[in-house]
Each structure stands twice: as C-alpha cells, then as structure tokens.
C-alpha cells in the first residue's frame, strides 16, 4: 500500500492533551510520531474521523524540561483496540495538521529540527 502521508513523520515519546473543538474537557494522549502536518497518537477517548480538536503537546526540549506548544487538528482515522492486560478500550488515530506553519510557528520551527536531528 503506498503510503499517503506527504511530510515525514519522526519518532517521539510525548503526551499531549487533546480537546474537541468548542469543548472545554480534555483527555491526555500518548505521541508516538510528530510531523508538520500531523501525529500518531493513542488514548481512552473516542474521537471520529472529521473531528476537529485542540491538541496542546509537550515537547521535550533538555532533560530538565519541556514547553507546550497548541495547535488546531482534524482526526484523519481511528482504530479501536482492546488491549488483554486491561480493562480500557484504547484507540489510536492519526491527527493532521493542515496549517501549523501559521498557526504556531515555533511548533513548526521545532519539528523542523527533529527532521534535521534524523537525517
């Protein structure tokens, strides 16, 4: 299958907290991928594909810290999975990012390095 993501996308061990549009409840997420149009990312939330959401991330930048950075996404897929060692339901899905270059420009300046770092 060819793959239909036209940015790359880097590895990350992060967590996020993500929010329907409009809605001031969130729910926290594990990122495993980061790119400039969008995320990998796992949690107990159900969101379907279409949604629009607030994501906040926390990204590492030392080892003694880390910096939020927002940005606005639309949920591009879902896949349900129960895990045998628990209880939860837990989904992963795919977040894109269709304007993150002018929505947070640090965000995007950030994830530009990662590509330089995995070059």
Same mark, same amino acid.
């Given at each position: ?13 992060? #967590? ?5 549009? /409009? ?7 594990? #990122? ?7 995320? /990998? ?42 895990? #045998? ?8 899905? /795919? ?19 990662? /590509?330089?770092?995995?070059?």
């Amino acid at each position: 299958m060819k793959e239909a993501r036209s940015s790359k996308r880097f590895p990350i061990a992060s #967590v996020a907290s993500i929010s329907a549009q /409009g809605l001031h409840e969130s729910s926290e997420v594990q #990122v495993r991928d980061l790119s400039i149009q969008g995320m /990998g990312c796992s949690g107990t939330q159900a969101y379907e594909k279409g949604d629009k959401i607030h994501v906040t991330l926390k990204l590492p930048t030392t080892p003694e810290g880390a910096c939020e950075e927002s940005v606005i996404g639309e949920i591009a897929w879902v896949e349900k999975f129960e895990d #045998v060692d628990q209880a939860e339901i837990e989904y992963a899905f /795919g977040i894109e990012f269709k304007q993150m270059e002018t929505q947070n420009p640090r965000l995007y300046d950030y994830v530009r390095c990662l /590509g330089e770092f995995f070059l």
